[in-house]
């Protein structure tokens, strides 16, 4: 029979007002390279934003680079010694190209100019910088900003290609105007962009293989043309949920309602809008799927009728005739394929724990996640949540007030448990 007994994780008995910063890369050192392009004072805010992750960030300048920024800007920010001089004679004796390179988890060199490129691709150590990329064993990002014409040209792409082939990863150039006024590919990525591949390249990849099925945001029901019934689901939690499994080496696909957020780098995205269209795009899609997170707010009713025309307002009342939509959760768990792992989310408003094991006996999901959205400081139009994770076998897990990224590393790990359960 199902347990009903709480168990809160160590410090959850009593719930925080503000959430603890969600600090990923806590205990990890990394090594931020800045070489001599304009979009080294890009490099001067994403240091400060990579440091916030909980890591410590040290900068290695080329000689190049300080003419754009000064040192002390970026020692400023990170709080650590900037290193720029192969020979300098302080610190000689540790030898701190090779100190350096031994304490840290990740090495990011932003901006890379074509020269730095090439000098890896080549294995060319010429200065403090070239040196410390040798000497480091660990991932290594290098994320290309430099003039669209000098980025097509085929020397740089054979030395981009020849990093990838020596098992750098690069990260990808956006489209648009650089600093000389030309149009095309060399911009420096946005922040949003830099950080997944940072947070993909020190995370272990314990989802490699696996295809993720994540559905997010709310659904509209239309009522004619220009008015429908929505909810404030937001998308943000299918999302963390979606970047997390991503960062683990999961191939995920992620079905998402209208949100209003920006969609999360190298994700598959199916965008759809209403609970018939996810109800058909998840059906197809679940099929190929090891595990399907459904934490998307599907409208539980629908329009019997909907008006080919705006609606207009010819007398006082407006009677409207709805219909139950099809519970997604219950048909995947009814037609899953073999092992595959199913988690539903569910939002409430009273009664979450009552309310949240009377639907994972009902549904038959492995897992369910459960939150109290009438909250203001969790559920709904913000970054953080409290949840609880109820078990099919009726246990329940209490979170605190967490970052919603880190909710979805927990229930993550819970969902690894279950997947090593399948395999022994």
Not at 54 to 70: C, D, L, N, Q, Y
Not at 267 to 296: F, N, R, W, Y
Not at 394 to 400: R, T, W
């Amino acid at each position: 029979m199902p347990n009903d007994n709480v168990k809160p994780i160590p410090g959850s008995e009593i719930l925080s007002e503000e959430a603890p910063p969600y600090t990923p890369l806590e205990g990890k050192t990394v090594l931020l390279g800045i070489t001599g392009g304009i979009a080294a004072y890009k490099a001067a805010d994403y240091s400060k934003k990579i440091r916030a992750l909980g890591t410590r960030v040290i900068p290695v300048m080329t000689k190049h680079a300080t003419e754009f920024v000064s040192p002390i800007t970026f020692a400023a920010l990170t709080g650590e010694k900037m290193y720029t001089d192969l020979f300098c004679v302080e610190g000689a004796e540790t030898i701190p190209h090779i100190e350096l390179a031994r304490s840290a988890d990740l090495f990011l060199v932003l901006p890379a100019t074509a020269n730095i490129i090439a000098k890896a691709a080549n294995g060319l150590a010429d200065d403090f910088l070239s040196t410390l990329l040798l000497a480091f064993s660990g991932p290594v990002l290098f994320s290309p900003s430099m003039n669209p014409a000098m980025y097509a040209h085929p020397a740089t792409q054979a030395n981009i290609e020849r990093l990838k082939t020596l098992g750098y990863r690069v990260i990808e150039p956006e489209i648009g105007e650089t600093a000389c006024g030309d149009q095309g590919k060399g911009r420096l990525p946005e922040w949003s962009v830099v950080r997944e591949a940072i947070l993909k390249a020190t995370t272990p990849q314990t989802l490699r293989g696996m295809n993720v099925l994540v559905s997010a945001g709310p659904t509209r029901e239309y009522l004619d043309p220009v008015r429908y019934i929505s909810n404030r689901s937001s998308g943000v939690m299918g999302y963390a949920m979606a970047m997390v499994a991503f960062r683990r080496g999961a191939r995920v696909t992620l079905v998402s309602g209208p949100a209003s957020i920006p969609h999360p780098p190298g994700i598959e995205i199916c965008p759809v809008e209403t609970a018939g269209e996810m109800e058909d795009i998840i059906g197809k899609l679940s099929q190929d799927a090891h595990v399907i997170i459904m934490t998307a707010a599907v409208a539980d009713y629908t329009p019997a009728v909907r008006a080919d025309r705006k609606i207009k307002k010819n007398t006082p009342e407006l009677r409207l005739d709805l219909v139950r939509t099809n519970d997604i959760l219950s048909q995947l768990v009814k037609s899953r394929k073999g092992r595959q792992i199913i988690v539903g989310f569910c939002a409430e408003t009273q009664d979450l724990k009552a309310q949240a094991i009377k639907k994972i006996r009902l549904k038959g999901a492995d897992l369910l996640i459960a939150n109290d959205v009438s909250q203001p400081d969790a559920g709904f139009d913000v970054p953080n949540n409290r949840v609880l994770i109820v078990s099919a076998d009726g246990d329940v897990e209490a979170l605190p007030l967490l970052h919603k990224e880190e909710v979805g590393e927990r229930v993550w790990d819970r969902i690894q448990d279950l997947l090593l359960q399948d395999t022994c």
